[in-house]
């Protein structure tokens, strides 16, 4: 009699995917949490400290694609195994930088682990889970990282009391993140059966890229917009809070309550998604955000708290729309789609702080706040535009299911 072997489960692989994208994204606001103690202890400037984040987000650039169009042609999921590993030594080594080039060294090891993790771990959901439900199942794939992103100051925090700047800092740090490297072997040794795809070329690069990046463009804008919105709040508000004598607990605390209520809302967007349509959620959170992010940054106290809480998560709730949206649209190039979404529009996002925070240096911290608020609004004009062709086809495929 032959004997069976018992694969894993959809919902216990898709669980393995989500803890290692809380995993890595545990390590995700490092940056923000430590800036103002980075400025402070090296004397630099906002653009100086905005630089910071524009180097993380050049890496994401660069990197992304590149990760994505090679998970599209291999079934190991080798980025999902290292990038976690590479951002959570780059993290937990910023503050040990005695100089701002150590600490640029250390944000291109954090940024560049996250760059090589997120492509594969977005584009993964597709291959283990089930089409029709895709833009829910991305949901708990980002509430994973989105809870990890939540927790990810206090844990910094809690890092830091704890072993102080010692080398002690990143071997605790490496601990959680070689378990999750433990439950991938484990449970999804494989995306796609071997031999499945052929060898990568650079040639096949640049065309799987141009012709993947024409089709989505529209939804990328949108992208690019919201996580430039949403990193400019984790990056400047910390810097308000402390010129204004906040500590270090204090940031960790109130990017802890702003990001919590961006936990639950991807499942509910993901939900909204499948019934409604992406179109529709994508166009309603993005129109509805700024209302939120304008008045929050024009107050302070817990009014802003909370208005930043109904902001931050409107944008959260269409982190799986938009991905679910692109892998539809390029069924074939996944992980390459997912990486444009994620790592090329973050990247972008992040390349943008520098010149945000030459702004902070100009007109203030509070200003560049506002227009931070005011982001989510600017692609839709291009977004009504260029997706008006294919209004009818997304209905169309969202709305006919078993």
């Known amino acids: 009699m032959p004997l069976k072997i018992k694969r894993p489960s959809i919902n216990k692989k898709l669980a393995v995917l989500a803890i290692t994208h809380f ?5 995700g606001t490092f940056l923000a949490t430590f800036i103002p103690l980075i400025v402070g202890r090296l004397g630099i400037s ?12 050049v ?26 590993i590479l951002t959570a030594i780059g993290a937990s080594m910023l503050p040990l930088a005695p100089t701002y080039g150590t600490a640029l060294i250390f944000v291109g090891l954090w940024g560049f682990g996250s ?41 910094a925090i809690l890092l830091l009391k704890t072993f102080g700047t010692g ?47 024409k089709v989505i463009f529209p939804i990328w804008i949108v992208c690019v917009c919201r996580d430039t919105a949403a990193e400019g709040i984790r990056f400047f ?17 109130v990017l802890f309550w702003i990001s919590t209520a961006g936990t639950i809302s991807p ?14 959620v994508i166009e309603i959170a993005m129109a509805i955000a700024p209302f939120f992010l304008v008045p929050a940054a024009l107050t302070s106290g817990i009014p802003s708290i909370i208005l930043y809480m109904a902001g931050d998560a409107l944008l959260h709730a269409i982190l799986p729309v938009t991905g679910a949206a692109a892998l539809k649209m390029v069924p074939g190039a996944r992980s390459t789609a997912a990486s444009m979404v994620t790592g090329l529009s973050f990247g972008l996002a992040g390349l943008l702080i520098a010149p945000i925070g030459a702004m902070a240096d ?3 911290l509070t200003w560049v706040l506002v227009f931070v608020g005011i982001l989510p609004i600017l692609p839709m004009p291009i977004f009504w535009t260029m997706w008006k062709e294919q209004k009818q086809g997304d209905r169309h495929q969202d709305t006919e299911k078993p």
């Open 115 to 155: 760059a090589v993790y997120h492509p594969l771990g977005y584009g993964s959901v597709g291959y283990v889970g089930n089409p029709d439900k895709l833009a829910f199942f991305i949901a708990i794939f980002s509430v994973g990282g989105i809870l990890g992103s939540t927790l990810s100051p206090l844990y």
């Open 362 to 364: 100009s007109f203030g």
């Open 267 to 280: 499942m509910l967007g993901g939900r909204l998604a499948d019934r409604f349509g992406t179109r529709k």
């Open 167 to 213: 080398l002690l800092l990143p071997v605790a740090a490496l601990v959680p993140v070689i378990a999750g490297a433990w439950l991938v072997i484990r449970f999804v040794p494989t995306l796609r059966a071997e031999g499945s795809v052929e060898r990568p070329s650079p040639r096949g690069f640049f065309r799987s890229f141009r012709n993947t990046f």
């Open 23 to 27: 995993l890595n994204d545990l390590h």
């Open 237 to 253: 508000l910390p810097l308000l809070i402390a010129s204004r004598g906040g500590s270090i607990i204090n940031i960790g605390t």
């Open 46 to 57: 906002y653009a100086q400290a905005g630089l910071l984040k524009s180097l993380s987000g």
């Open 59 to 84: 890496i994401h650039m660069v990197v992304q694609p590149m990760a994505g169009y090679a998970s599209d042609l291999f079934s190991r999921p080798y980025a999902i195994i290292i990038g976690p």
